[in-house]
């Protein structure tokens, strides 16, 4: 097949956050985007999703609470445990925070509201790899505590969907192990047979 949105979209994949740098969308390029991700389906054009930028020298704001939050739930942590996570969110240059944030509605489930969010960072990640850069996407142990969700800005009713790492990647990322399409696609034949 032919066209090159299929053959850039064959290609894409996801860099490790430890090899993304300098520099990262600013600007009118980071406006336009964030306005590329937010292109996703929306049932009942709700907007269920929500980004935070998390940039310069509130990374590692972010890093020394994280390193205090993992103590408080573990106990004392080694150094070097605490020294991962001071560089949770100051590894890339830029973080984007994909948040979902659901409203209440009669018909559009919260799952589907949530699934529109993913969306929303899989189109960050595709419109950033577009524009050149190396992206990663994340959610981590942060992102299941009530605490640290409310230190990283979100309300209580809101979840993360992804945090979007991106940057700019010295070298391409070799080729990692996809699905096996014939274990994973299947024509209808009726119920579920266990």
């Not at 790899?129 to 190396?134: E, R």
């Not at 990692?176 to 274990?183: I, L, N, S, T, V």
């Amino acid at each position: 097949m032919k066209h090159p949105v299929f053959e850039f979209l064959a290609e894409r994949s996801s860099t490790p956050i430890s090899a993304i740098s300098e520099p990262a969308p600013e600007g009118d390029e980071l406006a336009g985007l964030l306005k590329v991700a937010a292109r996703v389906p929306d049932h009942g054009r709700l907007t269920p999703w929500r980004f935070i930028l998390y940039r310069g020298a509130k990374r590692h704001e972010v890093g020394e609470y994280l390193a205090k939050r993992a103590e408080e739930r573990e106990g004392p942590l080694p150094e070097s445990r605490k020294e991962q996570e001071r560089a949770r969110f100051a590894r890339a240059p830029l973080v984007i925070g994909v948040i979902s944030s659901p409203v209440a509605h009669e018909r559009i489930p919260q799952w589907e509201q949530f699934l529109s969010a993913g969306a929303v960072a899989m189109n960050l990640c595709i419109g950033a790899n577009a524009l050149g850069y190396a992206t990663n996407w994340i959610t981590n142990w942060y992102s299941d505590d009530a605490q640290a969700r409310a230190f990283l800005g979100l309300a209580s009713h809101e979840r993360v969907a992804g945090f979007v790492h991106i940057g700019t990647a010295a070298n391409k990322m070799p080729e990692r192990p996809r699905a096996d399409m014939e274990q994973i696609v299947s024509d209808y034949d009726g119920p579920w047979k266990a």
